[in-house]
Structure formats: structure tokens, C-alpha cells
């Protein structure tokens, strides 16, 4: 049965690197009768060649060689083969020689002249030693291994943990806007018929005035009141519409054509306020799944924001892109950017800063994207213009 020493010496490849041929065959003899795998050298240089080629556990090394002295030898070891320990054999038996050497990256220094059995126990001692360095090594390693990985997980973690926060964000900010818009169906649906009978009312009255005068001042008067009248009753239309209205869903629907039409509806004021349109179809979009009136309120109301910004003229940009199954749509404008104060507000039901604005257009916009699997976003917005951008699934 092998001892522990054995196996180890079994397993061990030794270069012995020495100028005294006497010497390397003698030492080469003993380590091979005792399981050792042996190749020698008489210079530094065939030895660097030898470690290169075999990768040994061990190296005998002499203190004093001719063409490289035996403390650099040490160190181009050490530095190239730092798995290989090196013994070093000296004649020189000085405490100042071992400390330099061990500084240097000896495991072992041996004097000559050497006992036998001496040789062997240290050569195994070293081997030992090495075992459970190189051991501890692969352990930091595979510690550091696990640092790394464990720290990954966390940030790993952190990510799917923050993307589920925002994920959960979005999620009930959909729902507040969702239950403010059925809130709105409900209350307009509610009150339509409450506030039209006074205003009725009121509008009849202001006729039979208008009829029982000759004063410009009042007719001019009352002429406004009625007019405001009007714009009272077509913002409760609007909410109705928003409410009451049937959807008429198809699978054909090309986002191209929708945007085609609605932008024949704002010929004359495209014209009139000298405005440049740009179309940038970069693809014939893929049909998707809607209803094509509802898309066009879409657009409707983009289009009559980005006019109301460019009353003095601008650019109005139309693109169409296609990918992963989605279309994209991007409507730009040259107006003069939304203030990063209210951006956060602006899908927000009744939030306008128009004077005679309702605040209905975006959000009304951004959900009926929403009711078709697709989202409305601004993009981008700076002094130079806004762009926002729209995205739908395309139809199975």
C-alpha cells in the first residue's frame, strides 16, 4: 500500500538545472528511484526549455550558475511558472543567502554536500505544501467566483425588482386614468341631460331678448351669450361621444390611410397658416386591429394641438416605421416645446392650458391607444418642437 509521500513523489515531475554534471546524475538518480519524473539541464536556458515543455512541480535549482545566475533564474521562474516551486541547491550556507532566496520565491533551499533521505523529505515536504497552496488558490478563486456571481444575482435582482416597480407604476397609473375616464363617461352621461335643460332655457330666453331689441350693444351682448352656449353644449357632446359611442372594429385597418384622412381635414388651415407637411413612410404598415374612426380622433386631436403651437407657420412631420410587429408612428412639430413643468400632466383628464381648452384631447387619445394594445408617449420636446410617438400591435 503507497504512503501519502509515495503518491505524491508518483505524481511529481522534478527539472533539476545544474552546472556540475556529477551532481544533476546523481541527484537525477535518487528522485527516480523514488517515483519522481526527472529531466535534467546543465545551463538555465535548457531548463527554461524543460519547464516550458513539461510544466513540473518541481525545479532543483543551483545557487551559482554560469550564464544566468541563480537568483534571476528564481525569478523568471516564478514570474512565468508560478505553479512550479523551486528548490534551490547552494553551497553557500549564510542566513543573508536563505533570506534572499525565500524573498526571491524559493519553497526550499538545500546546502551541499546533501544527505539522501534528507533530499527526498524536503522535496516532498515542498510538494505537501504546494498541494495545499494551489488548493487554496482554486478556493479564493472559486470564492471570488461566487463574490462575483452573487453580486450579479443582486444586481440582477435589483433590475427585475425596479422594472416590476415601474411595471407596477404604469399599471395603476392606467388605472387611475382608466376609472378618471369611466368617471367621466358616467358623470357626462349623468349630468348631460341636467345641465341641457337650463341651458336651453337660457338660450331661448336670450332669443326672445334679442327679438324685443334694437340696442347693437345688447344684441352684441347676447349674441356672445349665445355663443358661449354653443360651446357649452358641443363640450358635453364631446363627453357623450367619448361615452356613448359604438366601436366598429376591423382587421384592416392601415395606420397610413387613417392619417391620410384626418389630415384632409386640416387642408385649409395647413394652407392658412402656410404650414410644411412631411411625410416619411418608410414602409407600407402592416393592417392592425381597430376601430379606423377612433384612430383618426387620434390624430385629430395631434393635428389641431401641433396647428394651435405653429400659428405662425412650422413643420408638421408624419413617420411610419415597422418592427418586431409593430407599427410606429412619430408626429412632430416645430412649435415650441412643451415646459418640462406641466409634461407630467398633460394626459391628465380636464388639465389644459388653453384658454378655451377642455384638457379632453390627450388623455382621450392616449386611452383609446391604449384600448387597442398600443401607447402614446411624448418622445421628445425642447424649444424646437415636440414629438410624439405611437406605437400598435400588428393584426395576427
Avoid at 505553479?83 to 534572499?100: H, L, P, Q, R
Avoid at 357626462?188 to 330666453?205: D, K, Q, T, V, W
Avoid at 412643451?338 to 388653453?354: C, G, R
Amino acid at each position: 500500500m503507497q504512503t501519502e509521500k509515495q503518491t505524491l513523489a508518483l505524481k511529481a515531475t522534478v527539472v533539476i538545472i545544474d552546472d556540475d554534471q556529477n551532481i544533476l546524475e546523481l541527484t537525477a538518480l535518487i528522485l527516480s528511484k523514488r517515483g519522481f519524473r526527472v529531466f535534467t539541464a546543465l545551463s538555465a536556458n535548457e531548463g527554461f526549455l524543460l519547464i516550458a515543455k513539461h510544466s513540473p512541480e518541481l525545479v532543483l535549482l543551483d545557487y551559482m550558475m554560469p550564464e544566468i545566475d541563480g537568483l534571476s533564474a528564481l525569478h523568471q521562474i516564478r514570474t512565468g511558472y508560478p505553479d512550479t516551486y523551486v528548490v534551490m541547491f547552494t553551497g553557500k550556507g549564510s542566513e543573508e543567502i536563505a533570506v534572499e532566496l525565500m524573498k526571491g520565491g524559493a519553497s526550499e533551499y538545500i546546502l551541499k554536500p546533501f544527505n539522501n533521505r534528507n533530499l527526498v523529505e524536503r522535496l516532498e515536504n515542498v510538494l505537501k505544501i504546494r498541494e495545499i497552496e494551489l488548493h487554496n488558490v482554486k478556493l479564493q478563486q472559486e470564492h471570488d467566483r461566487l463574490l462575483r456571481e452573487i453580486d450579479q444575482w443582486n444586481q440582477d435582482l435589483q433590475k427585475r425588482v425596479r422594472e416590476k416597480t415601474e411595471a407596477l407604476q404604469a399599471a395603476q397609473n392606467e388605472i387611475v386614468q382608466s376609472e378618471k375616464l369611466a368617471a367621466l363617461g358616467y358623470l357626462s352621461a349623468g349630468m348631460a341631460h341636467e345641465i341641457r335643460n337650463p341651458l336651453n332655457s337660457i338660450a331661448l330666453f336670450v332669443q326672445l331678448m334679442r327679438q324685443n331689441t334694437r340696442d347693437p350693444d345688447q344684441l352684441e351682448y347676447q349674441g356672445k351669450i349665445l355663443k358661449e352656449i354653443e360651446r357649452v353644449d358641443s363640450i358635453i357632446r364631446k363627453l357623450l361621444d367619448a361615452s356613448r359611442r359604438t366601436r366598429t372594429i376591423t382587421s384592416d385597418v392601415q395606420l397610413n390611410h387613417v392619417i391620410d384622412t384626418a389630415l384632409e381635414a386640416f387642408a385649409p388651415q395647413i394652407e392658412t397658416k402656410k404650414i410644411l407637411v412631411e411625410r416619411h413612410y418608410h414602409v407600407t404598415p402592416s393592417p392592425i386591429k381597430a376601430d379606423p374612426a377612433e384612430l383618426e380622433q387620434i390624430f385629430t386631436n395631434l393635428f389641431l394641438n401641433a396647428l394651435d403651437v405653429m400659428s405662425q407657420g412650422g413643420r408638421l412631420t408624419v413617420d411610419i416605421s415597422e418592427e418586431n410587429r409593430r407599427v410606429t408612428v412619430r408626429i412632430g412639430d416645430s412649435g415650441g416645446g412643451i415646459p418640462q413643468d406641466i409634461l407630467p400632466n398633460i394626459f391628465e383628464p380636464f388639465f389644459s392650458t388653453k384658454v378655451c381648452g377642455t384638457g379632453m384631447g390627450l388623455p382621450v387619445a392616449q386611452r383609446i391607444a391604449h384600448i387597442y394594445e398600443g401607447s402614446m408617449i411624448v418622445e421628445s420636446t425642447s424649444p424646437t418642437g415636440t414629438v410624439f410617438r405611437l406605437d400598435f400591435p400588428v393584426y395576427n
